[in-house]
């Protein structure tokens, strides 16, 4: 959709409908609300500003980027929003051309950028790279180290920084509008380079008092932080005002440098129920929009429900306890625990690395650390995994969140990886309960373990349901019982698969083993079952390279166990669609129906 020449007028009325298109759409499919609704006028005025047909639009995170979905070609296929086989919650380039980047995980985006420029100064084009960022994704070190070459390198970018957190002062904000777009503005650039060029020409004493007399102009406006790093900086404007952000906009794609616009947006704008920083407003499921009621039906708690509250059990009984999330306190279930115990639990914003870190001198120091992370997140946390706990042998625990397909985020989350890249590390313990009742076990046995951990859990409710199990012990499985001539192996909530698959086999038995450590495996029960059962299928909600299945043929080369069928149900080599999980596990080949029938297909 072409907004160049549009009239004030008709940019607010598109802005409204486009909003509109939004709410209806998320109400039925679920997504992100608040965040993209807040964002719609800041990509109008880029689309107004900048030609998407040539430029680089490129979103942090892009969850925020519904309305550039809706601006491009996309209008018509909205309603299949995060539905498999629709369009992505995401950019995603294979979806429009008008996407240039894939982006689920936050602050890439400036290094992306820079990226971009350094190819476009290459084939001499002429481009500009324009991002979009949330506040909340400037808390990460990434989009720093990006902001550093950026402001050496000198390129031509212009990052839009969306601040819907209201978090400069109100007081002073005219006056800091006003300041910022004048220093920003043609006359001050002009004069600026003059007086430069001036100074080098006068004595000392007098280039100490020029430069003093502009750093107190910038001073009042919260752009210092950015001038310093040698990149221009405009604002605070107003996100909403699409008049005032494309007359900015224009100012900043005519500096040729990189150039900071910073916004204030309202989160939900637009949508009363929702506006403000309300953390639940945030990603949602399909809800009324007249009451913002949810309409999704009870059931079974959560394995994150069943998490954090075995481990406020633990931290009532034991000081000890501590914990850590990256800027997901709800998502991890560690909210309610870093509101109750403030000084022991924290969440440290979108900061991985940090995370993982700063939980290995607590546990040099005698406490025990929960560090609470998705599958999918904790992969930005790999070296220091590595570096600053395994390698020092420390007792922090890795609770890993949203272990295996996700639904409806899609390739971007899903956590198929964290087995598989986990696995190689030494020192590193891995487990997996099945159930509620085992995952309340395994965290006892983590709570008191002495050494580095990872204990993997599934988004939503645990497949198997409740049943009698004994304790955990390091690196011991657990016979659910006996069977003819096959063996399913389950891992975490691929026990559950197993179960339930078991049931649609007719007048076949198998026996049913939930692994429970797949490092280290019990390799005195697996070499005992390997003398009575000939068929082994592995079920396991994870990536088959470097899996439960790979874990298990390592271990029958090294015993010269041989004479075992082994055939592995876990993911292939791809990345998984966005969907509904039972859909995306249709596709895949992974419901227990369609598993039984591969069972006996195998067996024939």
Not at 367 to 393: E, W
Not at 520 to 531: H, Q
Request: aromatic share 8%; glycine share 10%; net charge negative.
């Amino acid at each position: 959709m072409n907004l160049h020449g549009k009239s004030p007028e008709e940019l607010k009325e598109l802005a409204e409908s486009i909003r509109q298109k939004i709410l209806e759409t998320v109400s039925r499919n679920g997504g992100h609300l608040s965040s993209t609704l807040g964002a719609v006028d800041l990509i109008i005025g880029m689309h107004a500003v900048f030609d998407v047909e040539k430029d680089p639009f490129i979103f942090d995170v892009s969850h925020q980027a519904y309305a550039h979905k809706l601006l491009t070609d996309r209008w018509d296929r909205f309603d299949t929003l995060r539905q498999f086989g629709g369009i992505s919650g995401y950019t995603n380039p294979s979806e429009s051309p008008y996407d240039y980047y894939k982006a689920g995980h936050s602050s890439t985006s400036i290094s992306l950028a820079v990226g971009a420029a350094k190819a476009i100064r290459l084939k001499g084009e002429d481009r500009i790279p324009v991002v979009m960022i949330g506040d909340g994704s400037m808390s990460a070190g990434m989009a720093y180290e990006a902001l550093n070459e950026l402001g050496d390198r000198k390129y031509p970018v212009v990052i839009i920084l969306n601040d819907n957190e209201m978090s400069i002062a109100k007081p002073i904000g005219a006056i800091s509008r006003a300041l910022s777009k004048g220093m920003a503005g043609p006359f001050y650039q002009k004069f600026k380079k003059k007086t430069e060029a001036l100074l080098e020409h006068l004595p000392e004493s007098a280039v100490y008092i020029a430069k003093r007399m502009e750093e107190s102009l910038r001073l009042i406006t919260p752009g210092v932080f950015f001038e310093e790093l040698g990149i221009e900086y405009i604002g605070p404007i107003d996100g909403h005002d699409i008049p005032s952000i494309i007359e900015t906009l224009e100012i900043a794609k005519s500096m040729g440098k990189p150039v900071i616009v910073h916004a204030q947006t309202v989160k939900g704008k637009g949508y009363k129920i929702a506006e403000g920083p309300l953390e639940h407003w945030h990603g949602v499921g399909p809800f009324e929009i007249e009451t913002g009621k949810s309409l999704k039906k009870g059931g079974a708690k959560s394995a994150t429900q069943l998490f954090s509250e075995k481990l406020m059990e633990l931290a009532e009984a034991d000081e000890k306890i501590v914990g850590v999330t990256a800027a997901m306190p709800g998502g991890t279930g560690l909210g309610p625990l870093i509101e109750r115990f403030p000084d022991r639990f924290w969440d440290v914003a979108i900061a991985e690395q940090h995370a993982v870190t700063s939980m290995g001198p607590l546990a040099k120091e005698g406490f025990k650390p929960f560090c609470a992370i998705y599958s999918t997140f904790l992969q930005r946390g790999y070296d220091q995994v590595i570096h600053d706990i395994a390698l020092m042998n420390l007792g922090v625990t890795f609770a890993i969140d949203r272990a295996g397909i996700v639904g409806e985020d899609g390739e971007t989350h899903q956590g198929a990886f964290d087995i598989s890249y986990l696995r190689p590390i030494p020192n590193l313990t891995l487990m997996a309960p099945c159930n509620g009742r085992t995952l309340a076990q395994a965290m006892d046995f983590a709570a008191d373990f002495p050494a580095p951990l990872a204990l993997r859990y599934p988004r939503g409710a645990f497949m198997a349901e409740e049943f009698e199990a004994p304790a955990y012990e390091l690196g011991r499985a657990h016979l659910l019982r006996e069977g003819e001539e096959i063996l399913f192996i389950g891992y975490g909530n691929g026990v559950g698969r197993a179960l339930a698959t078991a049931e649609l086999l007719g007048g076949l038995r198998p026996a049913i083993l939930d692994l429970r450590f797949v490092k280290p495996l019990d390799r005195e029960l697996l070499r005992e079952l390997s003398g009575r059962y000939g068929r082994w299928f592995v079920f396991s909600d994870g990536a088959r390279m470097g899996g439960v299945a790979s874990a298990l043929e390592e271990w029958m080369a090294e015993e010269g166990v041989d004479g075992i069928s082994l055939k592995s149900f876990e993911y292939e080599d791809r990345f998984i669609p966005h969907g509904k999980t039972e859909i995306v596990e249709e596709h895949l080949g992974l419901r227990p129906a369609q598993l039984a029938e591969r069972v006996r297909e195998s067996l024939r």
